[in-house]
């Protein structure tokens, strides 16, 4: 169990950051203990190393700007993570990431990569008019529905009219709720590859412009 002294203070991630930023680095936490990890219309003059971290609470990064990647490989976010609006200047890599809550990247610009490869998420999963200028990676990620005193977050992905210009791939993707791309334009390929998904599948009004792979897909329909 870590003690209280062992959680980094607001004060000390300020002080990490505006330290990297003067030595033109990336911010490293890797390994550490967060709190939370909170900022609105916030500039970042640098990426941000998360690698291994626990964040105990939330990840809040709205109309917030990163000049560089966010690595939160293998970290483990103990609740939410919404970065609405947010810009990211270079890769957002979520590969084995844990959040027991949602991930809400509604209208976030991403300047490279999304790579959620085996992350797990528990409640939904959104990329409603999100830009993502290279890839989108979800191959063996978990969207799990999450279960709250009375309430039921269902597991779905929500993609509507995002705008992927590479490719999407989600190859043994479990998704216990829906997927939906409705209106989404994906500019080279995309893959669902014996991916399992609870609900539909929907696709309609979608524009994928490279070649689709639906072989050995489960859902409970397709709706086009």
Same mark, same amino acid.
């Given at each position: 169990m870590s003690s209280e002294k062992d959680i980094l203070s607001r004060f000390d991630v300020e002080n990490e950051i505006r330290m990297a930023e003067l030595q033109g680095r990336e911010a490293d936490f890797e390994g550490k203990i967060i709190s939370s990890l909170i900022f609105k219309k916030r500039t970042i003059g640098v990426g941000i190393n998360?690698? *291994?971290a626990v964040v105990r609470h939330v +990840? #809040? /990064?709205e109309e917030t700007i990163i000049n560089g990647s966010l690595n939160l490989a293998g970290a483990v976010v103990q609740e939410s993570f919404y970065a609405g609006s947010a810009t990211i200047g270079g890769d957002l890599i979520l590969v !084995?990431? @844990?959040i027991s809550g949602v991930l809400n990247l509604i209208s976030t610009t +991403? @300047? %490279?990569?999304? *790579? %959620?490869?085996?992350? #797990? +998420? #528990? %409640?939904? /999963?959104?990329?409603?008019?999100?830009?993502i @200028? !290279? *890839?989108v990676i979800l191959r063996k990620a978990k969207i799990s529905?999450? $279960?709250h005193v009375g309430l039921i977050v269902k597991g !779905? +992905? $929500?993609m509507r009219d995002a705008m992927i210009t590479g490719n999407f791939e989600a190859q043994e993707a479990y998704i216990e709720g829906s997927l939906d791309m409705m209106n989404a334009y994906v500019a080279n390929s995309v893959t669902l590859k014996s991916a399992q998904i609870g609900g539909s599948l929907i696709t309609k009004n979608a524009n994928f412009k490279g070649e689709v792979d639906f072989s050995g897909l489960k859902s409970k329909d397709i709706i086009e």
């Open positions: 998360l690698r *291994n +990840i #809040s /990064l !084995d990431a @844990k +991403i @300047k %490279g990569s999304l *790579n %959620g490869e085996r992350m #797990s +998420i #528990s %409640g939904f /999963l959104s990329l409603t008019r999100s830009q @200028k !290279d *890839n529905d999450a $279960y !779905d +992905i $929500y």
